[in-house]
């Protein structure tokens, strides 16, 4: 156990945004959100999986939505705590903990916020392990456990209770409500018993999160790389460093979606991405795939550059980073593999580290 | 207070298929299920509004989406039971009557089958006094009563409860949902009280249906014309007696929109839909406009032609029927005038009777 003040969310939210791979929504917004958050109501507990009762009730918040709209339109506050709520009256179940559902961006912190907010304690750790951008996409999916009850809240006033027949017809049902709403709601679901954490989520994510944020800091006060830095505590791969030289970006069906190219010295890295980057290709050739994490980060300074925030000219430099091994097994695959995406390719690790 | 059994159902479903104004679902599946569900539960128990007590728990049920779907992809039978429990767990409030949301085509009937299956007495009267497209066009918006909280079940044992902030964020949420899972679901929502039900009922609308489904019957055995039967008992303007000579229909947005082109002698009328008739123009002058009912019978035989079934060659009379007053109000028409549809033009009241 121990505590997360208003000092250290700067570290979280820089490496959050680099384990989302682009996406969770906008990491400045969630460090907002969260750094008011603690300022009014004080430093929130953290715990680790292993601290949980067996018998806790743990629920994860997150925003669901496109983030590009999630920049646009900002939240009015009290979307998380309306989410929690209405699943508590509806199951009729207090939350004795709080988690993020992905450790990416936004979707880190508004657990933060919302712990802040309660005093309710946050589980050291995600569903995810990194961010991907569909409901069902989920540990919990292959543990099956249900993301239903779900509730969602908009910034309007409307919330939903879904009891759904799978957990992808949660994601449609509430991606659907998502767009009528204005693209951007905040949900509470999958809530889970502390025996079930180990299956559900992958632990300590929170503070790889802060540690990468360190690291990061660090490296840009010591006049080092720090993407090196990053490489060096999560096996990471350098794919690309170079400037954007294209980026294409719609969206629709709720999702933000399309493609960037970096130009390196000789080669060119096309990065194709639904809310997260999805796909890194090298010259035509692929060199990593979801579900490993491809993050992007600013060469300079190590910051996360979202899918949202990439821009022509950007200096970047790609890092891949090997996933949690139970999204490489056949059923984790079928969930979140590149072919599920509608790339026409199977999964293939990692290559051993190697410079362009 | 009287009984329904099995052997009125025919002719209430014919008479809701003509105030349903070509919506309202097929009336004809709706006979099916109530018919099925007094065989096998016995009549149901239908009392007038003043028999109501004031501290009863009416409920509206009713299908939502395009009556398109609702042909091809029928009900698994226990949508409506699943909306209207999950709208008592939700709100903690037992429903001691079921209503019809809307007098028209499969929308009446099926509060008729629950009230079989249920044993709960149906209200004789519904929330249109016809049918209209959307959900928040029924008299209680009028009369300031939420639609929500809102149950909605579809066919794969997705359920889901809404709380709006408004009746048309309700339409909204519920019909992005409703696409998502595929164009029809079932609802119940608007609960009302005992006391609520003459603001937010027109009464006596299954008594009237039933009334002009045996008129139309007796019509015809009687070799008379059917229109004409049906025109007097609802002070009706005949609009044009003629054959369909053009159709054009697509399912967009959650709902059958289009037009048809009825010939007449020496004269064309064209009616404009979504779900139900909305517009009627004869040489494109507009003879009758929503929230008045636009009806059409099959000549030869008065059975209601909707949207749906209309084709090409259909040998058709299209009334004109006086709307409930209500609706004829500035904030009726804001809600269900020509205008909301997209028509510039404004709400006309039916001529006199005319032949052309």
């Given amino acids: 156990m121990r505590e997360i003040g208003f000092s250290d969310v700067d570290d979280i939210a820089r490496g959050a945004g680099i384990l989302g791979t ?13 750094e008011a958050a603690i300022t ?60 993020p559902i992905e450790i990416g961006g936004m979707n880190s912190l508004i657990p933060l916020a919302l712990a802040a907010e309660t005093g309710l304690p946050v589980v050291d750790g995600d569903a995810m392990g990194r961010a991907f951008p569909e409901a069902q996409m989920v540990l919990p999916t292959l543990a099956g456990i249900p993301t239903s009850p779900m509730a969602v809240a908009d910034d309007k006033g409307n919330t939903m209770v879904l009891r759904t027949a799978s957990n992808l017809w949660a994601e ?98 096309r990065l194709s991405f639904q809310n997260e980057y999805l796909l890194a290709e090298r010259d035509g050739d692929p060199v990593a795939t979801t579900p490993d994490l491809i993050c992007v980060l600013e060469t300079d300074t190590g910051e996360p550059v979202t899918t949202e925030t990439m821009r022509y000219g950007n200096r970047v430099t790609v890092l891949g980073i090997p996933t949690d091994p139970r999204w490489t097994t056949p059923a984790g695959l079928r969930l979140v593999g590149p072919r599920y995406f509608g790339y026409d390719l199977d999964y293939r690790p990692l290559a051993q580290p190697q410079e362009n």
Avoid: W
Avoid at 42 to 70: F, H, N, Q, R
């Fill in 172 to 269: 449609r049902i509430a991606r659907a409500a998502c767009v009528a709403t204005g693209c951007s709601v905040f949900t509470a679901d999958t809530m889970m018993t502390g025996a079930q954490l180990p299956d559900g989520l992958v632990a300590g994510t929170i503070t790889l999160a802060q540690r990468l944020g360190a690291a990061v800091r660090t490296a840009r006060a010591a006049h080092t790389d720090p993407a090196d830095a990053v490489a060096a505590l999560v096996e990471g791969v350098r794919l690309a460093t170079g400037k954007v030289v294209d980026v294409h970006r719609a969206t629709t069906g709720g999702f933000a979606r399309g493609t960037a190219t970096i130009a390196g010295t000789g080669t060119e890295l």
């Fill in 40 to 99: 009014r109501h004080g430093p929130v507990t953290v715990v680790t999986i292993e601290e949980v009762p067996p018998d806790a009730v743990v629920v994860p918040v997150a925003m669901l939505g496109a983030p590009t709209v999630s920049q646009e339109k900002l939240p009015n506050g009290t979307e998380t705590l309306t989410a929690l709520r209405a699943l508590e009256d509806a199951t009729g179940v207090a939350a004795t903990h709080v988690v």
């Fill in 22 to 34: 682009g996406g969770g929504g906008d990491p400045y917004l969630g460090k907002l959100l969260a």
